[in-house]
């Protein structure tokens, strides 16, 4: 087990350096043979400061973050495909930012970026709030349904106000939905560490509670766990933790779905004391390596970043429907 936490960690590693040096101009050489000419050196400087070092912090946090949520999602649900999509979070929170933006054409200081992150905050913890509250009365099968519905009705309601929005308006939204790690700036960088951080740590301490609902209600109440309370407070980080990527780098697909499979397939195992670090430090890899092809190094085009997760995550799902869901 430690050897292969270390070989991930030591990935991790490379692959963050990879994605700092590495993008439409290679900043390694430039840093090195500039390092005489200090205007020249500095803004290399300002570059990897400013850009390229919150850009890898945003794609490691959103990793761990994702892939933290979608393994305590698949015990909660008992699914295999359970993820933080399942919730309508990323519908809730397209619906406020379209909302915001349409607003900010009537009211000017609303058109403004902060405003923006805070619209995705609230509708995506306006959502979360309301199946934690539900998570008491109703089952997990109905609870995954009405997840499914409530994200297809927001997603209509966003369609219909995108109708009354301008071309530019449509294109700053479709560009959110792409998803990006580009949009983190410096100032905001010790926020997203810090609580991705306390989220993670919080959803680790439940790791034993969590392993026990495996054994059911009637024996997990035996040993003085009562598992509505354990779901209620994970299903609450989970959305938290959710919540927050989604304001800062916009809905990040296939992460939450797929980390949690790779993690059980190299761990093999089920136990979350292992599960929820190891999805954390994969997720944190699919996230870096997805962000490093999304930014075509040598080139100035940029992909879309859940495209590219998209292909990635693609065949890790498809693995799972054919290994866990059984046919009939």
Known sequence: MGRKFFVIVFLLIFVVVIDTFVGSTVLINPLIFSFNDRSIFSEYMFILKNFRVPRA???VCAGIALGSA???LQTIFANPLAGPYILGINSASAFMVVLFILMGSYFPPL???YFSLLAAFIGAMAISLLFVRLAVSLGRVVLVILGVL???ALGGLTTILLSFATPEQVQLF?????GTFSELRLEQVPLFVGVVAVGVIALFTLSKRLDVLYLGAEKSLSLGVTPVKVKRLALFLTAFLVSVTTTFCGPIAFVGVAVPHLARAVFRTNSHLILIPASSLLGAVVA???DIVAKVPFFT???PLNSVLAVIGSPVVA???VKFIPSR
Request: aromatic share 20%; glycine share 8%.
């Open 288 to 290: 870096v390596v997805a």
């Open 319 to 321: 693995y799972a429907l």
């Open 111 to 113: 058109n403004n970026y």
């Open 150 to 152: 409530v994200g297809n």
């Open 57 to 59: 912090v945003a794609a």
């Open 301 to 303: 085009t940029t992909l």
């Open 70 to 72: 979608g393994v305590v």
């Open 174 to 178: 479709i560009f959110w939905t792409f």
